[in-house]
């Protein structure tokens, strides 16, 4: 392996201390990932943007050779979720009904802040049509392929189909998603790397497309703690800085027995406990016990449906009502058309009763963070899923169901590496906290990550 394909699989914090070091150089990396753009055999990144890539890779080894490199991030590349802008390319949210769009004036103002700190922008990846999937099929461009399985095809997770493939296979060494109800946080379980999901409002999402204004988040997937929290920073235009992990003694964690441990594969539980019982010994305090408010935010949604559904019908009311349904894929208007026959009564039924949830929850966890499987079951195999719509639908909500929660209830989260499953598939561990505690939130994952890496 030379020194340049070595470099290409560390982490980004890995790479931006090698840059500034000068143990490497931006634009041979930038030509690399792009070179495996090029060669990619399933469809990960919709468009490679090569100039402006290789233009920001000659800017950033100047820097570097000159000893002032704009952050730690300077010279590392990052790429895109296709509903993020960047300015002269189509955003298409995945969508061949957008593909004719005019481009973009401006870069997304997370775009943006992670140009301004060196960052070499690799071009734009394949998602979900319009976000809402947790699988990451297709119809249009074609699914990713999970690079984790060797066998039949397995899913990328979705909706940041491409952002979880592009990582895991080495493509880029990072990449932004969104998070509605895991579109983050399940692509990295599925994958085996990191995601992370901020507190809803963190974020910038100006020039993002959006699924449901009141849920979206914007996300890093990486491939350690170190890397989400240092993008998630930038993209914030904060210092830059690695948090410092919290003292293993420090760590009060609660596994909620409701809901998220129903029906888990038997080498989910297994590779969960195995964490748990790791971090115990490691001095962790661990309880465990009931969850009232997934219970009750459960039951909230199966009475009134979904916010994301009627936020979405709002966003694609003309599409989905008009004679372009036809080119959409099925799956997702199946998910969308829910949201047009709900009444102001559901949504603000949902609205008031998840802000009364977030505060119980608040009030039970009293400064524990919650640990759970990120996902009941490892990636699928795409080819059932292709042929049977019911199945479809069923593996997605079953995919979603721990994440989903997340969002509903405004707990940020960090999705990481805790073992493997069936045919050596990755299991991933989600740790989360309460709305605004996102700083201790990254102090206590590094911590963990140290532990059952």
Not at 362 to 373: Q, S
Request: hydrophobic share 45%; with cysteine.
């Amino acid at each position: 392996m030379s020194s340049i394909e070595d470099l290409s699989s560390k982490s980004a914090a890995e790479i931006g201390r090698a840059l500034a070091a000068r143990r490497g150089g931006a634009q041979e990396l930038a030509e690399l990932c792009l070179d495996r753009i090029a060669a990619q055999a399933s469809p990960v990144f919709l468009k490679a943007t090569a100039e402006r890539a290789m233009t920001e890779a000659r800017g950033a080894d100047a820097r570097l050779a000159a000893g002032r490199p704009l952050s730690p991030l300077d010279g590392v590349p990052v790429a895109w979720k296709d509903l993020i802008d960047m300015a002269g390319e189509t955003t298409t949210a995945g969508s061949a009904v957008m593909a004719s769009a005019a481009p973009a004036s401006r870069d997304a103002r997370v775009v943006h802040n992670l140009t301004a700190v060196g960052m070499v922008n690799l071009g734009r990846l394949n998602m979900t049509e319009f976000a809402y999937s947790g699988l990451g099929l297709n119809p249009h461009h074609g699914t990713p392929v999970n690079p984790r399985g060797t066998g039949e095809p397995r899913v990328p997770g979705g909706s940041s189909s491409g952002s979880g493939v592009a990582v895991a296979s080495g493509m880029s060494p990072c990449a932004i998603g969104t998070d509605t109800g895991g579109s983050v946080r399940v692509p990295a379980a599925f994958n085996g790397i990191t995601g992370y999901m901020s507190s809803q409002g963190l974020v910038p999402k100006d020039g993002v497309f959006p699924l449901s204004a009141t849920l979206d988040t914007v996300g890093p997937l990486g491939r350690s703690v170190e890397d989400c929290a240092l993008i998630a920073a930038a993209m914030l235009g904060r210092d830059i800085v690695t948090p410092k992990p919290m003292e293993v003694s420090a760590l009060r964690l609660y596994v909620p027995e409701t809901i998220v441990l129903d029906d888990l594969e038997p080498e989910i539980a297994a590779a969960f406990e195995v964490a748990v019982e790791a971090l115990a010994r490691a001095g962790a305090q661990i309880e465990r016990g009931p969850f009232a408010p997934f219970a009750k935010m459960t039951a909230l949604s199966a009475s009134h449906g979904s916010i994301a559904a009627a936020e979405a019908y709002l966003v694609h009311r003309e599409l989905v009502d008009g004679p372009q349904v036809s080119r959409i894929d099925e799956r997702v208007v199946d998910r969308i058309m829910p949201g047009k026959q709900m009444l102001a009564h559901d949504l603000l039924s949902l609205q008031n009763g998840r802000a009364a949830l977030q505060r119980e929850t608040a009030d039970l966890l009293d400064g524990r963070m919650l640990i759970m499987p990120t996902v009941a079951h490892v990636a699928p195999r795409i080819a059932p899923l292709e042929a049977d719509k019911a199945l479809f639908h069923k593996v997605n909500l079953k995919t979603l169901r721990n994440t989903m929660i997340g969002n509903l209830l405004n707990l940020p989260g960090v999705a990481m590496p805790c073992g493997s499953g069936e045919d050596d598939m990755p299991v991933s561990l989600l740790l989360s906290s309460i709305g605004g505690d996102d700083k201790r939130l990254l102090r206590a994952v590094s911590s963990v990550e140290r532990i059952i890496a």
